[in-house]
């Protein structure tokens, strides 16, 4: 089996090559040119952080790859999906303000934020992908409709996944609610009696005419619920309470399932980096950034996002952890850092199936410039 090409750059500087310098040495190497046809739409997805996360990839080295993107002749923007959950980017005006507080500005990035979803997370494209879990999926419709794709991921770890990287920024990322609901659970939400209000908000606005008002307090029918997620963030009391309960081994296979919708009509147009800076131990979901498990590492670049993640893993295991971090075992070079912190996941789940549904391959050339 042919090796796929890296492409990796460290943290090195010198007063001649800078870091600007050496993320365009990165990825002009990996290709990035092929994947843009002049006057190409440009998706840059990236994570904009949780209100309180300080672990996501910093606007000034997005900044770079958008310049670069404008070289190609492509036309670029920055772009995420509304989350599951209720928090600060459940919808586009929120998302959008708190992208802007983590400096991702026009006058930062030069680029335009448009949230891949739309304004209430329910802009999205039914694609077909004919898999185990799914036959089709919902992507967020900016992201369905751009020419060229490009993950900008902050690798890290992941409660769920062990780790996050392009896989996940792709799966996940670009999801509509509907589809993350898919992914974390396979039963209908449920509302909260304690907390319902009885506003009857939930109720007008369900596509499905699934909720009513039995008693003084509303109720989800299950057999008419057809999971499109929109209740839990127009409720405006936070009663619709989510089931996280599907497996880890299914939740990974749903997750890479997303990720070939994501891509799909687009693997040659698609492009992956991840930053191995800032290793924080949990996604940049959270309202929050655990300091690093290991030391800062570098920036990787390549046109296989299942190669990047296994580069990616491989170089965050082989570095010395970090003793006073959410790393209880596994400190020495060569060992399984993300089992040192998550011991019941298996990230491996999740490459195995995306070699199988030939999202690219594990087998790598790590190329240093």
Known sequence: MSKAPVFFIDLRTTISRNMSKKILDLVNKAGIAETITKNDLVAVKIHFGEKGNTAF??????RDIIDIIYACGGKPFLTDANTLYRGERGEAVSHTKIALEHGFSFATVAAPLIIADGLRGNDYIDIPVNKKHFKKVSIASAIVQSDTLISVAHFKGHDLTGFGGALKNLGMGCASRQGKLQQHSNISPQIKAKKCKACGKCAEWCPADAISQPAEKYRIAVEHCIGCAECIT???????????????????EKMIEYTLGALKDKYEKSFFVNFL??????????GHADRPFVPDIGILASRDPLAIDQASVDLVNAEQGYADSALNTNHTPGRDKFRG???EINWEIQMEYAQKLGLGTRNYELIRL
């Open 57 to 62: 990839v910093r606007p000034i080295f997005v």
């Open 341 to 343: 912190i998550y011991p």
């Open 277 to 286: 800076l800032n290793i924080s131990p949990a996604c940049d979901c959270y």
């Open 234 to 252: 127009i409720c405006p009391h936070g009663a619709v309470d989510i089931k996280w309960n599907e497996s880890v081994e299914v939740f990974q």
